[in-house]
């Protein structure tokens, strides 16, 4: 292939990847879906492409869309032991956050909510709401009619706004506030603050660090409270499954305040929160060895800063 057909794929490389990332919720499989279109593009007759564009955007979803098909994806999506992969955000596969519409396609608590609709109304989901594509243009990328496009919408719409809580959103500021009070109680002993700063109806899922075979998930907020104080609560046990000390930081993952754990340098373990109106309204605890890769390459690129909590 000559450099120049290497170039063109190389720009356009950000744009597949978080296109992928948003249909598939894991970087690993993101990157495969990106390298197997570029053996796409490397082997066609690139002369009779029109729009290069449009033919890799349409080769990349399908890729993706096949992978959701597959037995292997529905076994272990369905088996209830799967989470999206959390990024840390400034990392370029989180793609555009220009819109509202945008960054909430990105959250883990959306990535989650995509999970219970087909491939297509995925595929349509994304393609509409994070890339701002046409029904026109998504019929040719999936080789639907434009009627069908805007059915799978209209479900994919529905289903989400079904599922999604609405409130008032919480500004970056407040709701690292609200998270670092949040924090301050869960590691105190403070069950009562912990449980007020707790909506009516906050959910709480975990991964159990890779060790139990299906997703652990929390609703109400004294059984949230619970599992929180246990968790953020220190022990020799933990810290020697940790593999030593623990220094806890605030970032921002998937474009929401998150706790992130830290031992010698690497990262362990992420807890990404859902604010609104002033409280916490959903966590997402994630300390699987193999969820964790990607944030935390990107962890050892950045200064972290002081802790919130060091010695734990």
């Known amino acids: ?89 400034g990392d370029p596969m989180l793609g555009p956050a220009d819109t ?27 393609l509409r709401e994070a890339f701002s594509y046409s029904h026109a243009e998504i019929a040719a990328i999936l080789d639907i009619t434009e009627s069908a496009s805007q059915q799978h919408a209209h479900r994919a719409r529905t289903r989400v706004a079904a599922e999604r809580r609405r409130g008032g959103a919480a500004d970056p500021a407040s709701a690292r506030r609200v998270v670092e009070e949040f924090l301050a109680a869960a590691t105190s ?8 700063l707790l909506t009516d109806d906050v959910t709480a899922v975990s991964d159990g660090a890779g060790l139990a075979r299906r997703l652990l998930r929390y609703k109400s907020r004294e059984r949230v409270a619970s599992f929180v104080r246990a968790g953020f609560t220190s022990t020799p046990a933990k810290r020697r499954l940790a593999g030593g000390s623990l220094a806890m930081h605030l970032a921002r993952v998937n ?14 373990g992420a807890v990404a929160f859902e604010v609104r109106d ?25 200064d972290p ?8």
């Open 1 to 89: 292939m000559d450099s120049a057909a290497v170039d063109q794929f190389e720009a356009g490389r950000g744009r597949l990847a978080s296109l992928a990332y948003r249909l598939l919720g894991s970087a690993a499989d993101a990157e495969d879906a990106v390298q197997d279109t570029f053996l796409r593009w490397q082997a066609a007759d690139r002369e009779r492409i029109e729009v290069p564009e449009a033919w890799l955007t349409k080769v990349a979803t399908n890729l993706c869309l096949d992978r959701l098909r597959s037995a292997q994806a529905r076994h272990e999506r369905t088996a209830g032991a799967w989470l999206p992969e959390p990024l840390l955000d």
């Open 255 to 268: 474009g929401t305040p998150a706790v992130v754990a830290v031992v010698g340098g690497q990262v362990v």
């Open 305 to 312: 800063g002081v802790p919130v909590i060091d010695g734990w």
């Open 100 to 126: 509202f519409e945008q960054r909430e396609s990105v959250t883990l608590a959306v990535l989650t909510l995509l999970e219970r609709l087909s491939p297509a109304e995925r595929a349509v989901y994304v």
């Open 189 to 196: 002993g403070r069950t009562d603050r912990l449980v007020a």
């Open 278 to 302: 002033g409280k916490v309204a959903s966590l997402y605890g994630i300390a699987a060895t193999g969820r964790l890769a990607r944030l935390d390459e990107a962890w050892q690129r950045r």
